[in-house]
């Protein structure tokens, strides 16, 4: 993406805003914690009792009380009910699980989750919605400047939460692009890779879900511009996202998107039918 284009969109970052984000996410947390901790002495519980009442230690409600980690938005949802909290705690549930996410990708989030077509080009990483958990966790710990446990553990369940998309009715269209090379860059390990693309084989199966390799030999290639997104609303909108070194956009002016639009669909011509590309990644476990 070039960082001089002028066209209709939303920039989500701009230099030395990291910190201000980051500042803003523990403030919000650290205040949903507060009002855990109020809630939980005005019931009279102790912090084992409701961790039992509600499925987590004792040590995970102190770190959510002291805002140490972002809650969970299944423990939100119980904690609320079991507390008697009158929806003072399920009211926070979805600007908590936003806070999850550096402030420049939560627009984008928003808009997958809400999705009724995904069109995905990927270049340098598998896609977030297609790790395992292995793999995420390893894509965090390569970082730089290096993540703190914490921020690793909040990235880590935010973008596995994203992957509830999957389970959505009805769900999504999905389409998956991938560099060849990514598929066989063994970032956290051989066993991590082959993990990760048997993950891949058992989405592509589902009827929502097209994934294709872009294969490294092609002499032909639609979008050596980097990676995309097309995001299709559900009132018709489509958007592109484009993210590039922390710095990131979503593109509205209807000129751009139609040009990464007719990137995506030759693309889509030039890289491996679906069953091929099955086929292909199955080769790449073998030599794995």
């Known amino acids: 993406m070039d960082e001089s284009e002028s066209e209709s969109g939303v920039d989500a970052e701009v230099p030395g805003q990291r910190r201000s984000e980051e500042e803003s996410a523990r403030g919000l947390i650290g205040a949903f914690g507060r009002q855990l901790k109020l809630l939980r002495t005005r019931a009279g519980m102790e912090r084992a009792e409701l961790g039992r009442r509600v499925g987590y230690s004792a040590d995970t409600?102190?770190?959510y009380e002291q805002g140490r980690r972002v809650p969970q938005p299944r423990f939100i949802q119980q904690a609320d009910e079991v507390l008697d909290a009158g929806g003072l705690l399920t009211a926070m549930k979805e600007e908590v699980a936003r806070a999850r996410f550096p402030l420049f990708f939560r627009d984008a989030v928003r808009l997958e989750a809400e999705a009724s077509v995904l069109n995905v080009y990927a270049v340098y990483a598998v896609p977030g919605l297609l790790q395992t958990e292995s793999y995420a966790r390893a894509v965090f710990h390569m970082e730089r400047p290096l993540l703190s446990d914490e921020v690793i553990e909040q990235g880590l369940q935010a973008r596995l939460q994203r992957q509830e998309l999957f389970n959505r009715q009805p769900a999504p269209l999905m389409s998956f692009v991938i560099e060849e090379a990514v598929l066989r860059r063994p970032l956290g390990g051989v066993q991590v890779?082959?993990?990760?693309?048997?993950?891949?084989?058992?989405?592509?199966q589902s009827r929502s879900v097209e994934i294709q390799v872009m294969p490294t030999a092609r002499r032909d290639h639609g979008a050596l511009g980097g990676p995309f997104t097309l995001i299709d609303t559900s009132d018709g909108q489509r958007i592109a996202y484009a993210e590039v070194q922390d710095h990131s956009r979503l593109h509205t002016d209807p000129t751009?998107?139609?040009t990464l639009e007719a990137r995506y669909g030759i693309l889509r011509s030039q890289a491996l039918t679906p069953s091929e590309?099955?086929?292909c990644i199955v080769q790449l476990m073998g030599e794995a």
Request: charged fraction near 20%.
């Open 61 to 63: 409600i102190a770190s």
């Open 193 to 204: 890779l082959r993990e990760t693309l048997e993950q891949i084989l058992l989405l592509g």
């Open 256 to 258: 751009h998107v139609r």
């Open 277 to 279: 590309s099955a086929a």
